[in-house]
Structures are given as structure tokens and as C-alpha cells.
């Protein structure tokens, strides 16, 4: 519907030959207001993440706007709106706008100095999206050389190469998150930080990592405290810390379950959050099917389907049957930091891990599920959850 109305507003602005007037204008609305452009943890908050679910709903303009302003020149402004609209989308947009994205971030000499800590912002953001993972661990170092020690810029950039660490080395992955700390607790803005919500979600899950549970369940409680609202951030702590809950046997406060309730699920905001959160609702094993059921239909179709498949694999296991739970995990991949806390719990309580066997098969583990050899099992998780979504269909039908 919103592309029809583009396009009609585009044939009848070229009609009335204002087509030009009317995208410089939709330009200048876009870019983030003057102040922005000089206080990087500002831009980050109030715009790159802002909380407004406009960003959201109108990323194929921004981009389109972006795309324009690239053509003609004017780089900064390309490079600012691009940042803006890099976290919810389609994969196949999100592969067209690292593309253009990417030589971008290559002109520093070309760009203002905070468009170019956007560009390459947008950059490793769009590498993580598309699992890029080695490129973007490489972005983020190379930038963080490139940046001065003071600068507050580091702290995104420290936030994703301490999330990838902490995914394949976490022993390093928490000692690196708890050094870079300090300085983003410095530089947050109270009372909601991308930057420090993000590093701790990532402490929280190197924890857990490291079966500390008790000490991650805090850390991961203080990062929803900063983590903006109607963002990937929010969404991701709000799974973190429901998966810790899970995993721990704790109940689910039923503020964090009205706040998975209030996301826009059908926006993707709540890509992450909705299956734990349905899962970890009170009620019997078939009452908290009907909702995950309800739930994974009214989720975007190009959402990743890891968190349903694993909230449908830990319903399988309270239900008396390994072996489902297992083939639904087996269709999962280790997607972000909340779908690795519930494959590892998961797997670790199928297949009867010992404290002195985590390490190894924690490790073995991860190794599998980001090798190649694991794609085409992964490439499934779609057709395994609407699958499994029939099935409890079936299942609750007969109730």
C-alpha cells in the first residue's frame, strides 16, 4: 500500500514538474536536526536509534532519499540518512543498501567527520545484518584504530567486536566487554543509550556464556534499563533476559511481558523478544502454544525463524519429547545474543552436559552452527516452523 501511494506522489509530482523541489525538501526533513551533527552520542540516541516507529515504517523512503542524495553529490547526507534506516528490514534491502553504503564509508576525505562515522556506523551494522560476521569484526577494528581514544564514536564500534568475541571466545569476549565498560558508562546519556545497552546485553550474554547465570540475569536487567525503545536493542535485551529467566526456572516478571506485548511485532521490532516472551507467559504447555502459534503468524514473514523454533523446541522438551525439541533445534542457527543463550541451554539440557563438559561442547557447539557445513540445515528453519506451527494447530484443534 505505502508503495503505491509513493508511487502515485512520484508521477504526480513529475506532472506537475516539482518532482526535484519535492526530494530536496523530503531531504532536508530527513537529515537529524543541526546540534546532532555535532555530538555523535546524541545522533546515535536521537536518531541513528531513534525510538520513533516512523524511521521504521518509512525506511524504503529514507533509503530512497539517501540513494538520491548519494547520485547528486551531497554525501553527508546520504551518509546520515543511511544511518537512520539500517536496522529494520527485508534481507534482500538490507544486501542493496550495504552496497551502497560501503563506498561511502571508504570517503573519509570526502565527508563531514560525523557522516563519516555514520557511513561506516551503517557498515558494520549492515555486515552484522547480512552475517557478515568476519567483515564486520574487521570494520570494527580498523576503526577503532582509526579513531582517537577519546573519541565516544569507539563505543559502537567496541560494542560489535566485542559481541562477535564474546560469540566464539567468551572467556575473551568478557574480559574485553568489561574493559571497554567503564568508558561507555562515561559517555552514556541518561536516561536511554544505545552504545551501553548494547555493550551490556553483551556482558550479559558472555556470562551466561560461562554459566553464571545469576550474574548475567542482573547485568542483562540493567541493560533494558538503557536500551532505547522500538529498537533492535530493546528487543534484544528484553530476549536476553527472558531466555535467562527461562533457563534459570525463574519466573517472568509480568512488566516484561507486557512490554513484549507492546511491541510492534508486525513492524519487526519484536523479532527477538515475541517467542520467549510467549513462552515464558503463565499457563499450561497447550495455553502457551496457542500464543507462540499466534504469535509466529503474525510475525514478518522475512523475520529470522530461530526464536520460534527454539521456543517451540523447550516447549517440546517440557512436553516429554527430545527428539522434536532436537530436530527443531538441529533447523536453528546462533542468529544473535539471545538465540545463542537458548540453543546452548537447550542442547546442554538434551544432551545432559557436566559442568566439566560445557566448555568443550559449548565451543563445539558454536563452531558448528556458524560453519558452512550447517547452512542448508538452517536454510530450513522456515518451512520446520510453519511446520510446527500445523502441527500445534492440529494439536490444539482437538483440545
Known amino acids: 500500500y505505502l508503495e503505491t501511494l509513493r508511487e502515485y506522489g512520484r508521477r504526480e509530482l513529475a506532472a506537475a514538474d516539482e518532482e526535484t523541489e519535492a526530494r530536496t525538501a523530503l531531504e532536508a526533513a530527513l537529515l537529524p536536526a543541526e546540534p546532532l551533527r555535532e555530538d555523535w552520542t546524541a545522533l546515535v540516541n536521537q536518531y541513528i536509534c531513534s525510538d520513533d516507529l516512523a524511521i521504521v515504517i518509512e525506511d524504503n523512503t529514507r533509503r530512497d532519499a539517501a540513494t538520491q542524495a548519494a547520485e547528486a553529490g551531497r554525501l553527508d547526507a546520504a551518509a546520515l540518512i543511511f544511518s537512520s534506516c539500517v536496522f ?26 560525523i557522516a563519516w562515522r555514520a557511513s561506516v556506523a551503517a557498515k558494520v ?12 569484526l574487521e570494520t570494527s577494528i580498523n576503526m577503532l584504530a582509526a579513531l582517537d581514544a577519546d573519541d565516544p564514536a569507539r563505543g559502537w564500534f567496541d560494542s560489535w567486536r566485542c559481541a562477535l568475541t564474546t560469540a566464539v571466545a567468551p572467556e575473551v569476549g568478557v574480559a574485553e566487554t568489561e574493559a571497554v565498560l567503564a568508558s561507555a558508562r562515561r559517555n552514556a546519556r541518561p536516561p536511554l543509550d544505545w552504545t551501553l545497552s548494547q555493550l551490556l546485553v ?3 550474554t558472555g556470562l551466561a556464556l560461562l554459566r ?38 525463574a519466573p517472568s516478571a509480568q512488566h516484561l511481558l507486557d512490554e513484549v506485548g507492546a511491541q510492534r511485532q508486525e513492524l519487526g521490532v519484536a523479532e527477538l ?13 497447550e495455553e502457551r502454544a496457542a500464543r507462540l502459534v499466534a504469535s509466529a503468524r503474525r510475525r514478518p514473514s522475512t523475520d529470522v525463524p530461530t526464536p520460534f523454533l527454539l521456543a517451540f523446541a523447550w516447549l517440546a522438551v517440557e512436553d516429554g519429547e527430545p527428539a522434536r525439541a532436537a530436530e527443531l533445534a538441529a ?25 566439566d563438559s ?42
Open 88 to 113: 529494520h528490514d527485508h534481507p534482500g534491502a538490507v544486501e542493496t543498501t550495504l552496497r551502497l553504503v560501503a563506498p561511502l564509508a571508504g570517503r573519509r576525505d570526502d565527508l563531514d567527520p
Open 125 to 136: 551494522a549492515l555486515e552484522r545484518l547480512t552475517r557478515r560476521y568476519g567483515e564486520c
Open 202 to 204: 553483551t556482558h550479559a
Open 212 to 249: 553464571r547465570p545469576t550474574d548475567a540475569l542482573s547485568v542483562a536487567e540493567e541493560s533494558l534499563a538503557w536500551a532505547p525503545i522500538g529498537k533492535e536493542s530493546r528487543d534484544q535485551s528484553l530476549a536476553v533476559l527472558l531466555w535467562i529467566l527461562y533457563a534459570m526456572g
Open 273 to 285: 523478544c515475541a517467542a520467549p516472551g510467549a513462552l515464558c507467559t503463565n499457563g499450561s504447555i
Open 331 to 355: 533447523r536453528a542457527e546462533v542468529y544473535d545474543s539471545s538465540t545463542i543463550i537458548a540453543l546452548l541451554y537447550l542442547l546442554a539440557t538434551l544432551q545432559d552436559w557436566s559442568a
Open 358 to 399: 560445557w566448555v568443550r561442547n559449548r565451543d563445539a557447539t558454536i563452531g558448528w552452527y556458524l560453519s558452512p557445513y550447517h547452512e542448508p540445515a538452517a536454510k530450513e528453519g522456515f518451512a520446520t516452523l510453519a511446520s510446527e506451527v500445523e502441527r500445534w494447530d492440529r494439536r490444539l484443534s482437538r483440545r
